[in-house]
Each structure stands twice: as structure tokens, then as C-alpha cells.
């Protein structure tokens, strides 16, 4: 097994045990809640493991065990799930304690008691505040604070809260520093969690490496900010949609229960007696069983505030029954309110209308009619029901409150796990990425430091599998071309002064012997070369040969193809006649002689690809393309490729410019000629790109060749 797959294997059971490390936490929230709970303490103790493991492993496992504490609770306990926030805020915030290193100050333990208390106790009080059918534990307490103090009831409520929740803050952060003390350093990073897709760092390594300095807002920042708008833009139209719809059935439901209350107390009353009832002003046998029964219908539901019996009339409503203790009388005539105006016509006439909401001098009310038809089928009165629209104000509050307590647990869940995944994801081998190559920029001019930056940069180990990924594997290859090029260049400069010194040794042995017509030869050939070599460049010919280096060694080379002359006597080698068979078998030694030379030259520097091409130019520009040249015969790509580039050049030269033997051929049939060898002479590539550059090529016959 390497290194970096034990590495990997230690990250992964590091991970397990700290969940393993979180299921503990939740474990020793249960008990310690369930220890209290039995014993009847007004303690919670049910944030302790929470606390424990936020200043072990931080936030994140601090948070789940905040989190899922409050769902396992939720199972016995639904109203806990409200209380999520309050364990997870706690746990968000344990970790700065721990890291800067309060816990161990009076001051900072002080500090940290006082702000769990006014989490724990100041939240925990304003949920159930918020929340309706939820019970308020400290509510003794605040009956005396209220009573005492002659304060408002929230007021006494969160005070109430605070006081209660104190000493059970003190007792879990003096558990949680006894436990802290017993857990050797070293094992503490066993309870964070782990996901390094890079080479793992150190803890302050880390954290100085998430940081970055930037001129308006980091990447980090960026992502949290769209993350939260975007959950809080979804929050709030998912919320107002939820809310919108669960205010339309909470409306509907209390009609249904107005119109089935109403419909009942109609069901007992008798349409033929409602004219007699009015006229005894209630005081019946019948009509006081009739009142005892509409009240038993009223009292058996908590939904409706009022229940009565109106006879509508021109001059207004006519009581026929009234429940309230405070009520009217039968008999009484109540006006009708401005908020019943455009229903008087219907309930005149005797006809059912929709449900009515209004807010006048008995509240605000959503009221129902039913109506109580006689024996002759005509509304004899109207069944009135009303909900009290207050207190159902007060019951969408607690959707909102019960809403928004559920999300923000999630929420903070959510963006917990976000900015631990986003840190190690992405800010972390991006700012690792970015101080690694700023370390490159600013490296020495030493090779050796170079070379270990380069190393350095290599052993980050980015692995995110994302576009991320393919940036390291791209600045890391960018990196090393650029060490190897400044290699190059360091390897270069020293060859350099290395072959002046060669050639200069080298062209000490060209005084005694110089070739009359070599003089612009070398200059003409050298241009001819670059044309022709660049014009493969551009086709796309022998792409794997033709490197930049290639082109540069080859029109540096060319000068140098003819240096074998050297060693041919002058009555050769100027002779203006026609030579020999005898005297051209000298002249073709000037090949071997060229290599022969060139080689002494690379011996005094060894592996320079300069001196290479010069020797391979200097041996083998005689040879051609049909395997029928000197000195050796060989053929077709055989030949090296700065040999055959020479050919065309050395040959179209020597046609275009006098000898001592002839004078200089038109361009058109030198042209002619170089066309005809193409393919059997010549590289027909070479050919071909240098018919292509004429007009380059007319420019240099136009410098060196004045009658042309």
C-alpha cells in the first residue's frame, strides 16, 4: 500500500469515527435529558454533547448532533423539532470559543455561560411566546416576575426564560471543560471531519490558506452570499406561498365549522314559534330549554366566540336568542353595522347569504348565517355564528413561528455543510493553487529552487475532479515547461560561448583554405533555408520534427554545410573548368570532411543539437531523394530533414549565382530545374514550399545578385 493510499484510508476512518464521535453526542444529549427529566431538575442538560463535540471537531459535527438531538426528540416530543435552532446556533458558535482559546479564561467560560443562557433561555422562551399550543416551562417563574415587577408578560416570559435556563448552561459548559481536559490533543482531530481533495495540511496551514486577500469580496464570501439569498429567496416564496394557502384553509375550515354550528342550533329551533319567543321576552319554559340547549352546542367548540338568533327587520335585528353572559335581550333591536349593508336586501329577503367578515364594536369576526324557515317555507330568523378572526391571527402567527423555526434549523444545517464543502472543494485547493504559483512567479533565478517549487506545486495532489482539477493539471504543466524552459535557455546561453569558442577554433583552419565563390554562398543559403523550413512550419509538414528549436538550429546551421571545403586543394576546388572524374572525387570528400569537422566541434560540446544539424547539413546535402547521391546513398527520409532543406537551397544558389566554371543561370530555368528534380533530387515537400515563397525569394536574389 503508498503512501498517499494510506493517507486516503486514514482520512476515511478518520471520517467514520467522527461520526461515530457525533452519534455519541446525540447519545449524551438523550441521556443527560432523559437523567434530569427522571430526577424532575429543572435542568435540560440535552446540549452538552452538542458543546462537547463542537469544541472537538467544530461546527459541522457540532451542528448535526444540535440537529438531529432535536429530531430524535421530536419522535416522544413533536414541539422539540421547534427548538433546533436554539441547539444548533449553540453549536455554531461553540468552535470560536475553543479556537481562540477562552475556554480557557474566566472570562471567556463567563462570556460563553452568559451567551449560551441567552440563546438557550431567550430563544427557548420566545418560541412557545410565538408559538400557541406549545406550554412554557418557566411559566411559575414569570407569574412572579409579572406580579412582582409589574412588567409586560413577554418581558416577564424572557426573563423568566434567562433565570431558568442559567444554571443549566453553567453545569453543561463546566461538564463539557472537564471532558475537553480528559481528551489528549492529539486524538482531538479524530472528531473533525475530513474530505482533503489535495495534500492535507495543518490545522493553521488551513486556515491560513482559506483565507484570501482580496480588493472587494472573496470567492468564499461570493458563495455564501448566493447560497443565502437564493435559500432565503426560496424560503420566503415557498413560506408566503404555504402561508397564503394554509390562511385560506384555516378560513375555510372555520366556515365549515361556523356553517355546521349553525346549521345544528337551527336543526332545534321551530320557524312557526321564533314571532312567539320574541313576544314572551324569553320568559318560557320552551324557550328556556331552547337557550339551554344552544349553549350546550356552543360550549362544545372552541372555534366559535358567539352564537345567537336575530330576526331581521326593516329597523334592524331583532334578538331571539343572544348567548352572551353580556348580550342583548329577546326583543332588543340591535342596528345593522356599516359592514352588513350590502347584505341587508338578501337577509330581508329571506335568503341565504355568504359568510361575512367584520371588524366593528364586537371585533373582528367572521360570521355565518344560517337561516330558519317556518311551516310555511318562509326565513323566519337567521342562526348566527361568529369566529373570533383574532384568534386565528394568532394561529397563523404560530404557522409562521413553527415554520420558521423548522427552516432555520435546516437552514443552518444546510449552509454548515455548504461552507465545509465549499472550503475544502473549492477555496482551499483554489487559494492553495493560487499561492503555489505565486511562489513560482516569485522564485529565484537559481534552478535548484526553481526545480522545487516545481516539486512543490506537483505534490499539492489536487484531485476535485472538476474543472478545478483540469486548472491544477494546466498550471502544473505550465510550470514545468517553464522550469524546463528556463533550463533550456541556461543550457543554451552556456553551449553558446561553448561553439563560439569551437568555431572559432574551427574557422582558424578555414584561413588557409576559403573558397572563392563562398562568400554571400553561406548568407543566401542561410535565407533560403528559413524560407524553406518555415514554409513547412506553416503546411503542416513533419509537425514532430519542425520544433522551434529545429528551425532556429537549422538556419544557424546552414553556414556551416560547406565547412568540409576546407580540406579540398585550391586547384580543385577553384578550378573554371569542368573536373575531372579523378578531381570530382575529391570534391565529394568535402562531406566527410564537413562531418568529420563538425564532429571534432560537438566532442568540445557535447549534446548540443546545434552542432548536430551542422554536422548532419555538412554530411548529407549531396545526398538524394532517389538514393543516388554522396557520400552515402541514402534515400527519401532517410536523408535528415536539414539535409534535404539544404539541397534545394545549396543547388538553387549555386544555379542563380557565377562561378568560376559558369555564369549564372536565369531564374525561370533555375526554377525549371529545381522542378524537374522534385521528388528524385529533391524532398518534394521542400520543393513545394519554395516554389510557394517566390516572392521572399526574388528579394534575396534582388540583394545579393545585382544583375538579376
Request: charged share 25%.
Amino acid at each position: 500500500m503508498g503512501k498517499e493510499s494510506l493517507a486516503e484510508l486514514i482520512r476515511k476512518r478518520s471520517n467514520i469515527f467522527a461520526l461515530i464521535m457525533c452519534l455519541m453526542g446525540v447519545v449524551i444529549n438523550m441521556a443527560l435529558n432523559s437523567l434530569v427529566s427522571a430526577l424532575d431538575l429543572p435542568l435540560y442538560l440535552d446540549t452538552v454533547g452538542t458543546v462537547l463535540v463542537a469544541a472537538l471537531g467544530g461546527y459541522l459535527p457540532g451542528v448535526i448532533v444540535g440537529f438531529f438531538t432535536n429530531a430524535v426528540k421530536a419522535l416522544s416530543n413533536p414541539a422539540s423539532l421547534y427548538y433546533g435552532t436554539v441547539n444548533i446556533s449553540i453549536a455554531f458558535i461553540t468552535p470560536a470559543f475553543f479556537s481562540k482559546g477562552w475556554h480557557k479564561k474566566i472570562s471567556g467560560i463567563i462570556g460563553m455561560i452568559l451567551l449560551f443562557t441567552l440563546i438557550g433561555g431567550g430563544l427557548g422562551a420566545l418560541i412557545p411566546w410565538l408559538i400557541e399550543d406549545i406550554s412554557f416551562d418557566g411559566e411559575a417563574v414569570s407569574s412572579v416576575i409579572y406580579e412582582t415587577l409589574h412588567v409586560s408578560r413577554g418581558a416577564a416570559q424572557f426573563s423568566a426564560g434567562l433565570i431558568r435556563d442559567l444554571p443549566d448552561k453553567a453545569i453543561t459548559v463546566l461538564l463539557v471543560l472537564a471532558a475537553v481536559r480528559l481528551i489528549p490533543e492529539s486524538s482531538r482531530h479524530l472528531f473533525r471531519f475530513s474530505m482533503w481533495l489535495q495534500r492535507p495540511v495543518a490545522e493553521d496551514e488551513a486556515a491560513h490558506i482559506g483565507q484570501s486577500s482580496v480588493r472587494v469580496m472573496s470567492l468564499r464570501k461570493k458563495t455564501l452570499l448566493v447560497l443565502g439569498l437564493s435559500m432565503a429567496t426560496v424560503a420566503v416564496a415557498a413560506s408566503s406561498a404555504s402561508l397564503i394557502i394554509y390562511t385560506d384553509a384555516l378560513i375555510d375550515d372555520h366556515i365549515r365549522i361556523a356553517q355546521g354550528t349553525a346549521r345544528i342550533a337551527a336543526g332545534e329551533l321551530n320557524g312557526d314559534h321564533i314571532d312567539d319567543y320574541l313576544k314572551s321576552g324569553g320568559d318560557t319554559e320552551e324557550y328556556r330549554r331552547l337557550e339551554r340547549e344552544l349553549r350546550n352546542i356552543l360550549v362544545s367548540t372552541t372555534d366559535i366566540k358567539y352564537l345567537y338568533v336575530y330576526k331581521i327587520m326593516d329597523d334592524g335585528c331583532h334578538v331571539v336568542f343572544d348567548l352572551d353572559e353580556t348580550g342583548e335581550k329577546p326583543g332588543d333591536v340591535i342596528p345593522f353595522d356599516e359592514g352588513f349593508s350590502e347584505y341587508i336586501p338578501d337577509l330581508l329577503a329571506g335568503r341565504a347569504v355568504d359568510p361575512i367578515i367584520t371588524n366593528d364594536r364586537y371585533g373582528h369576526l367572521l360570521t355565518v348565517y344560517e337561516p330558519v324557515y317556518d311551516s310555511d317555507g318562509r326565513c323566519a330568523c337567521y342562526v348566527g355564528a361568529d369566529v373570533d378572526v383574532g384568534k386565528l391571527a394568532v394561529m397563523r402567527r404560530s404557522f409562521i413561528a413553527k415554520s420558521a423555526s423548522i427552516f432555520l434549523g435546516f437552514f443552518v444545517l444546510l449552509c454548515t455543510f455548504v461552507i465545509w464543502l465549499v472550503d475544502y472543494q473549492l477555496i482551499i485547493p483554489i487559494n492553495t493553487v493560487a499561492r503555489g504559483m505565486n511562489e513560482l512567479t516569485h522564485a529565484s533565478a537559481s534552478q535548484e529552487r526553481m526545480d522545487e517549487d516545481v516539486k512543490m506545486f506537483r505534490s499539492l495532489n489536487i484531485h476535485t475532479g472538476d474543472e478545478l482539477e483540469n486548472l491544477y493539471h494546466s498550471a502544473g504543466s505550465m510550470t514545468r515547461n517553464q522550469a524546463e524552459h528556463l533550463r533550456s535557455i541556461r543550457r543554451l546561453s552556456d553551449s553558446t560561448a561553448k561553439m563560439q569558442d569551437g568555431l572559432i577554433i574551427t574557422m582558424a583552419d578555414l584561413v588557409e583554405s576559403r573558397d572563392s565563390d563562398t562568400g554571400a554562398h553561406v548568407q543566401k543559403t542561410a535565407a533560403y533555408v528559413k524560407i524553406i523550413v518555415e514554409g513547412l512550419k506553416k503546411k503542416g509538414y513533419y509537425l514532430q520534427k519542425i520544433t522551434p528549436k529545429f528551425m532556429s538550429d537549422v538556419v544557424r546551421s546552414a553556414p556551416l554545410h560547406d565547412v568540409g571545403k576546407i580540406n579540398i586543394p585550391d586547384e580543385v576546388l577553384n578550378k573554371p573548368g569542368k573536373l575531372t572524374d579523378e578531381e570530382y572525387e575529391i570534391m565529394k570528400t568535402h562531406t566527410t570532411a564537413g562531418k568529420r569537422i563538425m564532429e571534432n566541434a560537438i566532442s568540445t560540446v557535447e549534446g548540443d543539437n546545434y552542432l548536430k544539424e551542422a554536422r548532419n547539413m555538412a554530411a548529407y546535402h549531396h545526398e538524394r531523394w532517389d538514393g543516388k547521391g554522396y557520400p552515402e546513398g541514402i534515400h527519401g527520409e532517410v536523408i535528415p530533414l536539414s539535409a534535404r532543406i539544404m539541397a534545394v537551397a545549396d543547388v538553387f544558389d549555386a544555379l542563380t549565382s557565377p562561378r568560376v566554371y559558369k555564369p549564372a543561370f536565369p531564374l525561370e530555368k533555375a526554377l525549371a530545374i529545381l522542378e524537374e528534380g522534385k521528388g528524385t533530387q529533391f524532398d518534394p515537400k521542400c520543393v513545394e514550399v519554395f516554389m510557394d515563397a517566390l516572392p521572399e525569394v526574388k528579394v534575396i536574389l534582388k540583394k545579393y545578385n545585382k544583375d538579376m
